[in-house]
């Protein structure tokens, strides 16, 4: 699967919108975008996904690059739940194993 | 529905001591997976089930770990001769095939 770079930390002010971004430049065509984060001492949680497309869902957009080599995650507004470790992942559907690297920590402040 | 568990959420032992650890899958998912994940890094893979087999052990650091799954639901991980460096907090998930995986809170082993 294709590696991943996020920045290592972003802040947010509350109520803001959070861009957290990523590149995948060696993203291959069957390979799709996952996100999740972790809040603090729990399990990584599911956000989002998608192949080419843009998707939404109640928790977040993920905008994906014409040429699929980045991606952003929005947090349209950011609440101080939101502060955790986001790991963009680039994983084919025929594969199985979650390469996380480090993610970025976002950290939203009142 | 309910998610996917894990037990015990803490287990303390001491170097050299045998360790079990739990999950219980969502309901229907025939796919299982064990991640360990130490201080400050993200969840590394140790072990891929589809059904009752291990479809891939390549992420288990050594033989002293095995993991099985008899009935293709619950899942044990075992660490044998348990080592400092065991510890960590060690994440199961479970998903249908190929689909998008679901994490449990998991146990964080720490080994004395």
């Known amino acids: 699967d294709a590696k991943t770079t996020q920045p290592p930390s972003m802040d947010c002010a509350e109520g803001r919108a959070a861009n957290l971004p990523c590149n995948h430049s060696t993203i291959s065509g069957n390979e799709y975008v996952y996100w999740y984060r972790q809040i603090h001492s729990q399990g990584p949680q599911y956000i989002i996904h998608?192949?080419?497309n843009n998707e939404t869902n109640e928790m977040a957009s993920l905008i994906i690059t014409e040429d699929r080599k980045s991606s952003t995650l929005i947090l349209p507004h950011a609440t101080l739940r939101d502060t955790a470790v986001y790991y963009c992942?680039?994983?084919?559907?025929?594969?199985?194993?979650?390469?996380f690297g480090k993610g970025t920590s976002l950290l939203v402040t009142p | 529905g309910a998610g996917v568990s894990q037990t015990p959420s803490n287990k303390v032992t001491e170097k050299g001591k045998y360790v079990e650890l739990r999950c219980d899958p969502i309901s229907g998912h025939t796919a299982l997976y064990w991640y360990r994940q130490s201080l400050g890094q993200g969840p590394e893979f140790l072990i891929y089930f589809q059904g009752t087999g291990a479809a891939d052990d390549s992420g288990l650091p050594n033989d002293r770990f095995f993991a099985v799954r008899p009935e293709g639901s619950v899942s044990t991980l075992k660490i044998q001769r348990t080592e400092r460096g065991d510890s960590a907090v060690y994440l199961c998930?479970?998903?249908?095939?190929?689909?998008?995986?679901?994490f449990g809170p998991g146990t964080r082993l720490t080994v004395l």
């Open positions: 998930a479970s998903s249908f095939p190929g689909d998008t995986q679901y």
């Open positions: 998608g192949l080419k």
């Open positions: 992942i680039v994983r084919a559907n025929s594969g199985y194993a979650l390469n």
